[in-house]
């Protein structure tokens, strides 16, 4: 099984303690997020977890620790994007802080294990078409040799992101100014040895150059490890969606970083209460096991096949 660290909060920037903790202990709880009184039990030894993706806009308390993972393949998923701090009020400078922290992580573990996420694009007075297309420009420059994928994605309006980026005044971006934007993106990043790819995107971009991508990728995992991996589409993700399955082990209203277009955390006020109640050497990421829950071990097998995979 793959785990996924994390689509619900920054794991990486916030709780490395903790996620590291949970290594050595060998499990994790979680919380369901629909039923919360329920809580599935998580193993995560290496002969059941075939992998794990990490998700995260500054990967910098990792870093000294990743000897840690050893025993497992893995990946991340960094999100990098031109935004000020009126759009990510919670993330580092990306010049100063970020881009290095990238280029240093790919210098660790390989351009190939650090994929770009260049998302989510909207438009607004001050991120225009132009704007994007030059800053892309600038990052994709920044980071040749240090990636090998970018995927891109456009703002999907769900009702707490609708609310949260109200103040910045978005305006109306059509299916045909998306591909013309993404057309553009293409020709820059493939003039970089970037592959360009969309994250769930039901409108078609083949045109421009763009394939479908998969941000839990079991043809990446394959290579990583020599191993053909059993992979069925996750059926709890969007139609649109190529990963596949996986578990996550995050929480949602728990990312400290309050981007505006955050679909994962719903309350400011109840992040800080979930902040508040985090504990780096707890099973699960915030709170604790109540007496009315319920924990169920949840059952996880090895997505990889016994033979070696033929190259």
């Not at 497992?72 to 759009?87: E, K, M, N």
């Not at 969309?198 to 191993?227: K, N, Q, V």
């Not at 955050?262 to 007496?291: E, F, I, M, W």
Request: hydrophobic letters at 35%; a positive charge.
């Amino acid at each position: 099984m793959i785990i996924s660290a994390s689509r619900r909060t920054d794991l990486p920037a916030y709780y490395s303690a903790w996620f590291f903790n949970r290594l050595r202990e060998g499990y994790v709880f979680v919380r369901n997020p629909v039923n919360p009184h329920r809580i599935s039990q998580i193993r995560l030894s290496p002969d059941v977890v075939d992998g794990i993706v990490f998700w995260t806009k500054n990967p910098l308390p990792m870093l000294e620790h990743l000897d840690r993972l050893r025993p497992y393949p893995f990946y991340f998923q960094f999100t990098l994007t031109a935004y000020g701090d009126d759009v990510e009020p919670g993330v580092p400078k990306k010049g100063r802080v970020l881009i290095p922290a990238f280029q240093r992580l790919a210098d660790l573990i390989g351009p190939e294990r650090v994929l770009w996420r260049y998302d989510p694009i909207f438009l607004s007075r001050t991120y225009s078409m132009a704007y994007h297309i030059r800053q892309f420009e600038a990052l994709a420059k920044r980071l040749r040799g240090y990636t090998t994928k970018c995927t891109i994605s456009f703002l999907d309006f769900y009702r707490n992101t609708a609310k949260n980026t109200a103040p910045l005044q978005l305006l109306p971006f059509s299916p045909a100014q998306q591909r013309s934007l993404a057309a553009a993106l293409a020709e820059i990043a493939h003039s970089c040895s970037i592959r360009l790819e969309s994250c769930a995107e039901p409108l078609d971009l083949h045109t421009c150059g763009i394939e479908h991508g998969r941000c839990i990728d079991a043809a990446l995992f394959s290579s990583l490890t020599g191993y053909p991996i059993e992979a069925k589409k996750d059926p709890n993700q969007r139609k649109a969606c190529g990963c596949m399955e996986s578990i996550d082990i995050g929480a949602y209203n728990t990312c400290r970083a309050s981007c505006r277009y955050c679909y994962a955390n719903h309350s400011a006020k109840t992040v800080c209460k979930n902040v508040q109640a985090h504990r780096p050497d707890a099973p699960l990421l915030t709170g604790t096991v109540l007496s009315d829950d319920t924990i169920t071990e949840r059952p996880m097998t090895s997505c990889i096949r016994s033979q070696l995979q033929i190259l």
